[in-house]
């Protein structure tokens, strides 16, 4: 199982779209059968934190599980927003 994190710029528009499929076609070339994404703004999570009732329906992937990101202790928002900021710098 692999999960993956996309900031939604990555996957926007029809050029977003034809990457992400690209990308999908390998992992079937590659014989890998289970892939998870999670694609939200850190800016977003953060706004679920301070409004949680706008985000009730906001769904995210943690270390092997799905939950609602506004259901989870503040900690762990805190855990996955840091690791939603982080960016590889090529």
Not at 12 to 28: A, D, M, S, W
């Amino acid at each position: 199982m692999l999960n993956i994190k996309f900031d939604p710029s990555a996957v926007e528009g029809q050029e977003g779209l034809n990457r992400l499929v690209n990308y999908l076609k390998t992992f079937i070339d590659l014989g890998l059968y289970h892939v998870q994404f999670n694609v939200v703004k850190a800016d977003t999570l953060r706004d679920a934190q301070a409004h949680p009732e706008n985000y009730k329906s906001l769904l995210i992937r943690v270390a092997g599980y799905s939950a609602y990101f506004v259901e989870l202790c503040r900690e762990l928002q805190e855990d996955i927003i840091h690791r939603t900021e982080h960016k590889v710098i090529n």
